[in-house]
């Protein structure tokens, strides 16, 4: 039986990974507070040393130097493979495992690995649709793109993009978008013919910085244009750019004859009714190019692009596939320095972090019931770890009493 330690900043975890078997859950207790203030400077916060890690916390939220338990059950599902994304169809989740060349479909419901599918190339990131699963691969470079079919791993299409590299990919009613070399450009599929009808966006073949990010919303595709740190939305039905929203972290200043990047803007994006919230890096309080610390949610109008919210974070985001899930009143993310997952309460602002001492979270998401974490870890087997809503709500609760 492995045995995997998760200490959260906000709540300390041990428990025993469940196999395939019947699942096995233990408790976990608080014992910090990440304070809810968007100023990591600001007066009241001191340093406090618990065990290996430095967190801070508040006056008045939890007593300074002291340990606040709160108990917090957690489930774990061990893998056969190292994840390096996740999506969430229904009760299944679906992982892409690129070292181990395959795809792993997990029951979220019964707690197991349902199969693991053997795929001949590098899958990097999955998702379902039309009832095929679609894959970008990586071996050299991204692509290309396969059509995959979820039952026995049978690949049904090769997408060959030619000299577009897709590095993420969305699926919409009857056809798949994937975003391609991290400059918001974006090529669409049709689902019948699995052929490549439209490019749409930039044409700058440079390549990016790898942090690339894609949602599907109705009929529209929401995309990353790293290249200007702004968003924008395609719509599916006239193939072009129907909406450009910038202003949202992204800065940089000329350095020479070169360009500094002192915030990288939009990180990871998710769309729910109230709209859609695109979590950024944003230029730290005190000017620090890309200083450690900072960023910032915010909720897009899905019509106008209007900024309806912003809230400010204390851990600066790191990129995952996907890196931002939102539900229920809740938003969760991936922690930059760490890759712990942080879950942020988008009515109190109240800011945890759960960390794992021996393993880091790849992607993130949530049916607002449960949320799920792809964990690589560095010594055991890797997981999917799933903690209930309710649970997360009522620790976070609690600190307050």
Do not use: H
Not at 158 to 184: E, H, K
Not at 192 to 197: D, L, Q, Y
Not at 385 to 397: I, P
Request: with cysteine.
């Amino acid at each position: 039986m492995k045995r995997l330690l998760l200490i959260a900043l906000l709540a300390a975890v041990v428990f025993d990974g469940c196999g395939n078997a019947e699942p096995e859950t233990d408790l976990g207790r608080v014992v910090a507070v990440v304070p809810g203030e968007s100023d990591p400077g600001a007066a009241g916060q001191t340093e406090t040393t618990i065990g290996v890690s430095t967190t801070k916390s508040v006056a008045g939220r939890c007593p300074i130097d002291e340990v606040c338990e709160i108990e917090v059950p957690l489930e774990a599902i061990e893998l056969e493979a190292t994840p390096s994304s996740i999506f969430l169809d229904g009760d299944r989740a679906w992982l892409a495992a690129p070292d181990a060349q395959a795809l792993i479909e997990v029951d979220t419901v019964a707690a197991a690995v349902v199969q693991t599918l053997a795929i001949e190339a590098p899958t990097v990131d999955v998702v379902s649709g039309m009832g095929s699963l679609w894959a970008v691969t990586y071996d050299i470079s991204f692509g290309p793109l396969l059509r995959i079919d979820p039952t026995d791993g049978t690949v049904t299409a090769t997408i060959d993009t030619f000299a577009d590299q897709p590095q993420a990919v969305a699926a919409l009613d009857n056809s798949l978008w994937a975003v391609v070399d991290g400059y918001g450009r974006a090529i669409r599929i049709d689902a019948g013919s699995n052929a490549i009808t439209d490019t749409v966006g930039g044409t700058d073949y440079g390549g990016g910085r790898g942090e690339v990010a894609v949602v599907a919303d109705g009929a529209a595709l929401w995309v990353l244009d790293e290249s200007t740190g702004s968003v924008e939305r395609i719509d599916d039905a006239t193939r072009t750019i129907a909406l450009t929203v910038g202003d949202l972290g992204y800065l940089e200043e000329p350095d020479g004859e070169f360009v500094s990047i002192l915030a990288d803007g939009p990180k990871a994006l998710a769309a729910t009714g109230e709209g859609i919230w695109v979590l950024s890096d944003v230029p730290y309080p005190d000017g620090l190019a890309n200083a450690v610390g900072g960023g910032a949610l915010f909720l897009l109008d899905a019509e106008t692009g209007t900024v309806l919210n912003r809230i400010d974070l204390i851990l600066e985001p790191a990129f995952g596939r996907p890196g931002l899930a939102v539900s229920n009143g809740a938003a969760w993310y991936i922690d930059s320095a760490t890759g712990y997952p942080v879950r942020v309460d988008l009515d109190t602002e109240r800011q945890v972090i759960l960390r794992l001492d021996n393993g880091g979270v790849s992607g993130v998401v949530t049916d607002g019931t449960m949320t799920w974490f792809a964990v690589e870890s560095l010594f055991d087997s890797d997981l999917l770890v799933g903690v209930a809503e309710s649970a997360a709500v009522a620790a976070s609760s609690a600190l307050d009493e």
